[in-house]
C-alpha cells in the first residue's frame, strides 16, 4: 500500500504542477439601446502574448456597429465590439469556437435593458446555445454551482491543503469539524474580495496558500500530537481558510462577476467549492477502503499511519515548495 500510496501522490504532484491553470472564457453582452450591445469577450492568456484558441461566434445576422478591439492584461486576452441585432438576441445561437477542443468551459452573459440578466455555461460537450426570451435565476444558480465544483476539483493546490487537513485531522467528528471551519473562513474572505470591501494582490496570497501547505506537510512529518495543529486543526485550518478564500476569489474576479447577480452568484459559487471539498473527500475515504480491502486480501496486514503518512507527507511537500519558489519568483522579478 505504502508504494501505491506513493506513486499516486507522485503522479498527483506531477499533474499538480500547473495548479489552477483551468479557467473559464467569459463572453458578456450587454445592451446599451435597443437591439445595441456592448460586447465583452475574455479568454485566458497562456502567456503575455499567447491567448487559448477560443473565438466568440455570433449570429450571422448581427451587423458590427464599432471594430473589435483587442488586449493582454496578464491573465487574459480580452476583445470588445459593438454589435446590432435587430430584434435583440431572443432566439440567437451564440457558439465558442474551438471550445469542443479544449479542457475549459465559458461563461456566457447576457443584459438586456432593463437590466434583468442571463447566465449560460458552456462545455467541451455543449458550446453553443439558443438564447431564451426570460431570464432563469435557476440557470444563475446551475452555472456558478458548476464553476465553483470545477474550480476545487482542478484547484489541485486547495486539494492538498485539504489532504493535509484529513491526514492531520483523522476521520470523524474532528474532520467534519475542521473542514467546516475551513468554509467558514475561506467564504468570509471570498465575499470581502469579490465585493471589493477588502483588496489584495494575489500573487503574494498565491505564494502563501502554497506555502500553507508545505507548512502542513511538515506538520505531518514532525507528528508532534502535542502541537497545536494537531491538537486544535480547525485553529489552522481557519487561518489558512482565509488566504484561500482570496484564491477562490480571484476566479471569480478573472470572469468578472455581474453585479445584478452577486448574491446568488457568490453564494452557489460557494456552494460548487463545498460540493467539490466534499466529493474529494469522499474519494479518498473510497480509496482508502478499497486500499485497506486489498492489502487484507493479499497480506492480511494494514501498514500503520506511521509508515506511510511521512511518504505522502514529503511528497505533498516537495510539490508545495515547488510552489512557493515559483509564485515568489513570478513576482519579485
Not at 96 to 110: E, H, N, P, Q, Y
Not at 122 to 127: K, M, V
Not at 144 to 160: A, F, R, S
Not at 291 to 313: D, F, G, K
Request: with cysteine; glycine share 8%; charged share 15%.
Amino acid at each position: 500500500m505504502k508504494r501505491a500510496l506513493a506513486i499516486t501522490l507522485l503522479l498527483l504532484g506531477i499533474s499538480a504542477a500547473r495548479a489552477d491553470e483551468m479557467r473559464p472564457a467569459y463572453l458578456e453582452l450587454r445592451e446599451t439601446s435597443a437591439g445595441t450591445y456592448d460586447v465583452v469577450f475574455k479568454v485566458p492568456a497562456r502567456s503575455s502574448d499567447q491567448r487559448l484558441s477560443l473565438y466568440a461566434r455570433l449570429p450571422d445576422d448581427c451587423q458590427i456597429v464599432t471594430p473589435t478591439e483587442t488586449e493582454f492584461t496578464g491573465s487574459a486576452f480580452i476583445e470588445r465590439s459593438t454589435i446590432r441585432r435587430d430584434g435583440g438576441l431572443a432566439g440567437a445561437e451564440i457558439r465558442i469556437d474551438g471550445l469542443a477542443k479544449s479542457s475549459t468551459d465559458a461563461l456566457v452573459r447576457i443584459q438586456g435593458l432593463s437590466g434583468n440578466s442571463q447566465t449560460f455555461r458552456l462545455s467541451p460537450s455543449s458550446p453553443s446555445l439558443i438564447v431564451t426570451a426570460a431570464p432563469s435565476g435557476f440557470e444563475v444558480a446551475k452555472t456558478y454551482t458548476v464553476l465553483g465544483i470545477e474550480h476545487i476539483l482542478v484547484g489541485l493546490d486547495h486539494l492538498l491543503f485539504v489532504l493535509c487537513l484529513m491526514l492531520v485531522a483523522g476521520v470523524g467528528r474532528k474532520l467534519l469539524i475542521t473542514i467546516t471551519g475551513f468554509t467558514l473562513a475561506h467564504s468570509v474572505t471570498l465575499a470581502l474580495s469579490t465585493l471589493d470591501i477588502v483588496t489584495i494582490p494575489m500573487p503574494p496570497v498565491e505564494a502563501v496558500i502554497a506555502l500553507s501547505i508545505v507548512f502542513l506537510a511538515s506538520e505531518i512529518i514532525r507528528s508532534d500530537r502535542s502541537s497545536l495543529t494537531y491538537r486544535y486543526p480547525v485553529s489552522v485550518s481557519m487561518s489558512f481558510g482565509l488566504l484561500h478564500g482570496f484564491g477562490f476569489a480571484a476566479v471569480l474576479g478573472e470572469i468578472g462577476l455581474p453585479p445584478e447577480e452577486i448574491p446568488i452568484s457568490l453564494l452557489f459559487f460557494n456552494v460548487g467549492v463545498e460540493i467539490g471539498q466534499l466529493l474529494f473527500i469522499a474519494a479518498l475515504l473510497i480509496f482508502a477502503g478499497v486500499a485497506i480491502i486489498l492489502c487484507r486480501a493479499v497480506s492480511r496486514r494494514i501498514p500503520s499511519p506511521a509508515h506511510w503518512q511521512p511518504v505522502a507527507a514529503y511528497l505533498i511537500g516537495t510539490v508545495a515548495t515547488y510552489w512557493t519558489i515559483e509564485r515568489i519568483a513570478g513576482f519579485v522579478r
